[in-house]
Every structure is written in C-alpha cells, then in structure tokens.
Nanobody, 119 residues
Framework: QVQLVESGGGLVQAGGSLRLSCAAS????????MGWFRQAPGKEREFVAG????????NYADSVKGRFTISRENAKNTVYLQMNSLKPEDTAVYSC????????????WGQGTQVTVSS
C-alpha cells in the first residue's frame, strides 16, 4: 500500500539548515504533484512548498520564499525540502503529501517529522 515516510527533522539553532526527505512507496511517484505542509501547536496546517510531476514548476508559501527549496528525484521516489536560514517560527511538524491531479486535494500523507528551531 501507499506509504510516505519523512525523515531529516531535528533540533537546529536559528539561522541553521535542515534537509527533509520524503520517501514514497506503493504509488507511481512521477505521476504525483508533491507538497510539503507544516503544523505548529495551536495553529492550522499550512502549505509550505509544492513541486510538479517533472520538477519544473514549484510553489512556495510567502513565509519561506528565498529560504526553502523543494526538489524531487523521481528515480528515487523521493521529494526533498532544503530549509535554510531557519527561524523559531519555522518550528512545526512537517509532512509530505501526494496529489494525484485534483487541485488542492492530496490523496496521501506521511506521518510527519518534527523540526524545532531554537533561538
């Protein structure tokens, strides 16, 4: 069955960097638009970044533009989120999700990985 597994989270000081990975299995990875989301305690889930099937088109939340970069390697069934210049407000559980073609509708979700940015 379909499974998305995130990794790479952890504790980092403000200004530091982390690279998150999301490994997919059980689906034709190249056929999905992939997105990263985050949710902090007491806050709504927030879209962070998305990438098209080919990787040629990306989309970012204003709060992370210029700091985060999403990429994918279809041959490895993996999507990445490179996070630079991290801020305490980036602290959240980060999840990846797969969209099969319906705008705004994500069919599969990972369990998430914790990112904590200290001041």
């Amino acid at each position: 069955q379909v499974q998305l597994v995130e990794s790479g989270g952890g504790l980092v000081q403000a200004g530091g960097s982390l690279r998150l990975s999301c490994a997919a299995s059980g689906l034709t990875f190249s056929g999905y638009y992939m997105g990263w989301f985050r949710q902090a305690p007491g806050k709504e889930r927030e879209f962070v970044a998305g990438i098209s099937w080919s990787g040629g088109s990306t989309n970012y939340a204003d709060s992370v533009k210029g700091r985060f970069t999403i990429s994918r390697e279809n041959a490895k069934n993996t999507v990445y989120l490179q996070m630079n210049s991290l801020k305490p407000e980036d602290t959240a559980v980060y999840s990846c999700a797969a969209n099969g073609g319906r705008r705004g509708v994500y069919d599969y979700w990972g369990q998430g990985t914790q990112v904590t940015v200290s001041s």
